[in-house]
Nanobody, 117 residues
Framework: QVRLVESGGGLVQPGGSLRLSCAAS????????MGWYRQAPGKQRELVAD???????KSADSVKGRFTISRDNPKNTVYLQMNSLKPEDTAVYFC???????????WGQGTQVTVSS
């Protein structure tokens, strides 16, 4: 059974930081591209950042220079370090694991991030 469990969300003031974690089980983690997506109310889910099995990463223009994705293969965990948070970063953040043969992949349940003073 595949499980992706996100943690680390919460309420933070503008300019603050949070680190999200996603622990995976039930998959050969090191083979998967791991991604963070977010969905704000009334908006479509969008890619925030992802990192391939070999460590290559990309991120959305809106978070470049502020968010960093990383992975720890021995711990089956992917992280999203979020700095200089803005109110427009408020969303539910979801973890995703996918491969070239499973492009939809698996999803976590999401964690709420709220940026507000």
């Amino acid at each position: 059974q595949v499980r992706l469990v996100e943690s680390g969300g919460g309420l933070v003031q503008p300019g603050g930081s949070l680190r999200l974690s996603c622990a995976a089980s039930g998959i050969t983690y090191s083979l998967y591209t791991m991604g963070w997506y977010r969905q704000a109310p009334g908006k479509q889910r969008e890619l925030v950042a992802d990192i391939t099995a070999s460590g290559g990463s990309k991120s959305a223009d809106s978070v470049k220079g502020r968010f960093t994705i990383s992975r720890d293969n021995p711990k089956n965990t992917v992280y999203l370090q979020m700095n200089s948070l803005k109110p427009e970063d408020t969303a539910v953040y979801f973890c995703n694991a996918k491969t070239s043969s499973n492009l939809v992949g698996f999803w976590g349940q999401g964690t709420q991030v709220t940026v507000s003073s």
